[in-house]
């Protein structure tokens, strides 16, 4: 993908977003889903795609800010974020109809009304395959491009992933890239079926990870 950065990253840690740091999270997950393939599908002109992304990412963080968890990020002492990551505790993975209808014209702003059909599509999609069972779910996860590869998301995902551990509870992913897949699965996931959108679009892969009796350990978690 992007050229790596020469850029020490030693000294970071994991730790809960800020409230005044939804923008930059927002910024950061745009740029590491520039050339992801589900988004190029719903977002079609190149030019706008990566701060159509941006605003997607900010109403994301909407929804699952309020709950335990939901946003974390690897970031630097000085503040620099480096990678960040989503997740909905067990029961709140779904928004509840009223809150997808008062944030639809948000959302009608990002893909437009020709690219909504296509985002339903996604959304469909996705619903139809969700597990049932309690687990944690992580919906996005980007890492700045320049550190891609250097070890920054697998820190950032083994945080949450050791509290699955502890507390017993699976957790559940959306793959949208193929050269994801390995990644995820050094981290315990496992493909449990492929999802195909219609008219050519790209695949998904639902990918599953059942609790550890051994924890994983990360980078000491910043205040």
Known sequence: MSTRTTLPIAGYGIRFARSSESGAVA??????????????????????RE???ARYFELAQRQVRPRAGGVRVAATGDGRLLAAALWSGPGRWKTSAPGELAALPRYVRVFGLRGMSRAGEVQNLMHGAHPDAPHWYLPSVGTDPGLQGAGVGSALLRQQLTDCDRLGLPAYLESSKAANVPFYERLGFRVTSELRLPQGGPALWPMWREPSSEEAHGPVELG
């Open 27 to 48: 910024a950061l997950l745009a740029r590491a889903f520039s050339d992801d393939p589900v988004m190029a599908w719903m977002i079609r002109v190149p030019a706008d």
């Open 51 to 53: 701060r159509r992304i």
